[in-house]
DNA sequence: TCGGTAACTTACCCGAGGTAACTTACTGGC
DNA sequence: GCCAGTAAGTTACCTCGGGTAAGTTACCGA
């Protein structure tokens, strides 16, 4: 009744310690984030349970609180290692560039092919799925899908020649900016005319026109 | 022991409802809704407990899960009156538009105008603050001033004669299309390269370069 | 070999979402 | 005016998951 059962204990499959093991505390920090990443991205933060997560560690439950103190100290640690990584990823391509252009395109295609790579872990975040209920997200999603139809009939009308793929890529490229921008315009105290007054003039001749405008201007 | 007391119940200062009252189905509803919204918006989902709601209509909990289900039932039935509100009042500005520029710019006013004056709702929402931990949300924001770091003084090399606040602007906007991009493209399959193409193209000429385009292919 | 410490455990608490069963006030028909 | 019927409301409870206190065992260096 006291001490611990030398149980077998299996993880994940691929996982090796099958055998329930001690581990340095470095060793099983790196563990724990693997495997709480797993089980959010599975689960969603909400829905994830602390006794999951320290199953499948093959580990008990005070060892998460050990090390990470709570379940939102968990998400952040996960949070903080996932970013790190992204921005290294991505700066690392950056540097790489020769102008202002190759270098944004450089740095584009290494975030997309990050999200895209860990696509189950940015659902889970860009979506606010994370901590809502399903059924808010899909909620959230079909307020943009309404955005989506009030927009993009305007870009086909507007140039017929385009393909359908393109009318969305801009639409919600339009949709993210807009966004975006609400929050950082409240933040900014920028008023809704300013706020729009951007986005148009960003959508509408794009860094081209800034490019020309700011090297007349200067 | 039973039944209900006559206490004089106070929900917030400003409304009337001082004495507990019978109230209709539908009057009711819409009492609670509106109180769900501001508790939401103060605690954020997560901490906005159902008793507390409750208390501040001046009712018990169980009546809130008779009317709404469950606490997620609750907050999806206050996104959707949000997001009918949201959308009735951007498409009637835009239907006021003249040409495609014009509707656009309606559009925008009208939706940042919105989320400006319910800013503590949308905050809710368009942050993930809504259902992550407050320190979650922090450290997405947090990535976020990375990006823009890495993004902003590129604009500022390439436009050197332009003002801070347009960068920021400008900065802002290509984030929100990132992240809105990331998540369509792993719906529609588009690959990465074909994601920063279509945002560097945006970007690049914006919808000027696509009319042009447009109206000659066509 | 032995003690100290760091990795681990069991067994519990508590608060918030959610429910069953019961009570009371209003309503319309006689 | 009275009296059912029902809709609005209540109290008292359950459960589950985050979080903790106190104790146990394996490893390591002297």
Redesign the pocket.
Known sequence: ??????VTQTTSPQERPAR??????EA?ERQMLAVAEEVFADHGYRA????EIAERC??????L??YF????GLLLACLTRARAELHDVTAAAMAEGTDPMDTLTRGLIAYYSFTDSHRRSFELLKNEAAGLPYAAAEAVEEARRQQHNLIAPILAQWAPGIGDIEIEAYTEIIIGACERVSLWCTVRDVTPEDAARYTIDFCWGGLQALYERGNVTA
């Open positions: 009744m006291v001490g611990y059962s030398t329930r093991k001690r581990m340095s505390r099983r994830a349970s602390m006794e093959g580990v008990s439950k005070p060892m609180y050990e103190g709570s379940k939102d």
